[in-house]
């Protein structure tokens, strides 16, 4: 029987800042409790190209880690390197296309470090999703693709991680999004004026602190203090997600220095859920940082090291970015979109 027909697809899935609530959205906290997080897309992409092939072959290759490997059709992938690329390629082939596999080069790139608390590695799979949506004929929703995503990261894969990610990326914008009971999300995406949303927009900076992170082992801890009832972590869990309600709040009247004094206590609280979420050299930059104008900053994701933005009125955000790059950092503005993601042909 002939194998699949389809062109050459890409997708693209933006990364995304965590403004607020980041760590509610982890089991067994929103399982519980439910969970709230306030998040913003930037024009920083995960890169998904699906390929097809004539030699029966199966490739994966990392653009931006140098990684490619390639496997016959029918050959076990458990040796694969590139974990999210079988992850996906496994799972869309077995619930889309009869567990037959078929042969293409799945190739991706993405615009930030791994590790860099952008949900970099969680746009990376809803765009290899995405793509692999459009080649399958696959009837997915942006919830859908969000929800497979989540699974093939955190059940089909075990990584650990919460569930954020995956919907900024499926949906893109600036997003106040709920994790309930019973596996209920819902996204909603907020309304505020082109003049609340440039001003916030010019009053952020990010800076790469120069060390990717492991999320993993700092969130693996704040599972643990949730699943052993830890008060310390528990309170903490709920300062950020009443933290999450209220950015949404002063975001949406334009209260940028509400926000920002949110953002400071959200920040000690984030610290309060586990060890290494701040490290020396964050503090450093930090100090930096607030010493050169800025009003708030903050960890993006888990902590530990990546991506760190900070509040400051749009006429102190050159001296504040010029002061970070001296202290080693790597500071750049801040752009938002409001796409998810997206596929197309060639």
Known sequence: MAGLIFRKTRARAPLR?????????????CDQFGGAVLNVTIDRYAFASIIPRSDGRVCFISDDTGVEESFEVDE?????????????????????????????TVRTTVDAPAGSGLGSSSALVVALVDALRVVLGAPLGPYDVARLAFEIERIDLALSGGRQDQYAAAFGGLNFIEFLREDRVIV???????AISNEFECSLVT????????????????????????????????RLKYDAIEMKRALLVGSITRMAEIMNDSWKSKQATATGVSTARIDELFDVAM??????????????????FFIVT????????HALNEAGGQATPVKFVNRGSETWHL
């Open 314 to 321: 749009p006429e102190n955000r050159y001296t504040l970015m």
């Open 207 to 238: 800076c790469f602190s120069g060390r990717s992170r492991q999320s993993a082992e700092i969130i693996d801890r704040q599972t643990m203090g949730l699943k052993t009832a830890d008060a310390r972590t528990v309170e903490a869990m709920d």
């Open 291 to 308: 010493r050169s104008g800025a009003q708030s900053g903050k960890v993006s994701g888990a902590g530990g090291g990546g991506f760190m």
């Open 188 to 194: 909603n995406p907020l309304r505020v004026s082109d």
């Open 76 to 104: 076990p992938l458990s040796a694969a390197k590139l974990l999210l690329h079988r992850g996906v390629y496994q799972r869309m082939m077995a619930d889309f296309n009869g567990g037959k596999r078929e042969p293409m």
């Open 17 to 29: 800042l965590g403004l607020a609530g980041g760590g509610t959205d982890l089991s067994p906290y």
